[in-house]
């Protein structure tokens, strides 16, 4: 079974950066989906980019679109979210997410696509 551990969220002010990471172990599909979500209080969790690991292509929601940036360390298994120009409506725990094949079967994300998940990362952005 998949295994999902993120890191490398924290406090920033609006405007700053963070890179959150998502370490992959255990048994994945030779093609497999990396989603990350986040979800704020009181918010339903929202998917805000995916990462297809056959055809390293992209999708970012239209909030995050143009500041956050999905890639991956192939050999290390990780996965990562560079997120600028932050913003207090970033605030939110980010939790990154797996699913068997290709991100095209999972467009937009829904959270009840994916079946592993890590334990989630916050970000909080100050204003």
């Known amino acids: 079974q998949a295994q999902l551990m993120e890191s490398g969220g924290g406090s920033v002010q609006a405007g700053g950066s963070l890179r959150l990471s998502c370490a992959a172990s255990?048994?994945?599909?030779?093609?497999?989906?990396i989603a990350w979500f986040r979800q704020a209080p009181g918010k339903e969790r929202e998917g805000v980019a995916t990462f297809d690991t056959g055809d390293t292509s992209t999708y970012y929601a239209d909030s995050v679109k143009g500041r956050f940036t999905m890639s991956q360390d192939r050999a290390e298994k990780t996965l990562y979210l560079q997120m600028n120009s932050l913003k207090p409506e970033d605030t939110a725990m980010y939790y990154c997410?797996?699913?068997?094949?290709?991100?095209?079967?999972?467009?937009?994300?829904?959270?009840?696509?994916?079946?592993?998940w890590g334990q989630g990362t916050q970000v909080t952005v100050s204003s």
């Open positions: 997410a797996e699913a068997g094949g290709s991100c095209m079967f999972y467009y937009p994300p829904e959270s009840t696509d994916f079946g592993s």
């Open positions: 255990g048994y994945f599909d030779a093609r497999y989906c």
